[in-house]
């Protein structure tokens, strides 16, 4: 399979304001809603007030959400309210990620209907889950070849205090 001109792949499609983690999940709560308090979405997405405040102003000076500021009876309130380009960049951001996934399926579908054709015998090819012939290989069960010659599913992973280490940890 040949790969496609990076211009033409799905994650060109990303926007970086929207595809923040937590920017996401701000736009997806407030696009569940009518609004979102400033609280529960603090709470929602484990952000500290500030850091909240801060993905708030991003996304509200980019036209994405509108934050309004009032009173719940005595008690000052802060609520989100997705606006209509946001709901837009929103569609969009989920259209670019549903792409993406589409295109990992048909290359996942593909390197497994290669595999069987190549036959039993061929590198890579086991009778056991987890075991490969050859790095940079799947096993019968699709799950990629790790150095060590076994392969790891998301729940076989050692926990974090077993000494794994963790996306961003220093190498």
């Known amino acids: 399979m040949v790969a496609q001109p990076a211009a033409e792949h799905p994650t060109n499609g990303l926007d970086e304001t929207v595809h923040q983690r ?3 999940g701000i736009l997806t709560i407030a696009a569940e ?3 979102a308090e400033f609280g529960y979405l603090r709470a929602a997405l484990d952000l500290t007030p500030g850091n909240l405040s801060r993905h708030l102003t991003v996304l509200e000076e980019a036209g994405l959400v509108d934050v309004e500021k009032g009173y719940e009876g005595r008690r000052p309130r802060t609520w989100v309210r997705i606006t209509r380009l946001g709901r837009s960049a929103l569609a969009a ?3 670019v990620l549903a792409a993406l996934v589409r295109q990992h399926a048909l290359v996942a579908r593909r390197a497994q209907a290669a595999k069987r054709a190549a036959g039993p015998d061929a590198p890579g090819q086991t009778d056991a889950p987890g075991q490969t012939d050859a790095p940079g290989q799947t096993d019968a069960a699709g799950e990629a070849d790790i150095p060590g010659g076994t392969a790891q599913r998301a729940g076989d992973r050692p926990a974090p205090d077993e000494g794994a280490a963790r996306p961003g940890d220093e190498q």
Request: net charge neutral; aromatic share 0%.
């Open 22 to 24: 937590h920017r996401l």
């Open 33 to 35: 809603a009518n609004r």
């Open 93 to 95: 951001e989920l259209d």
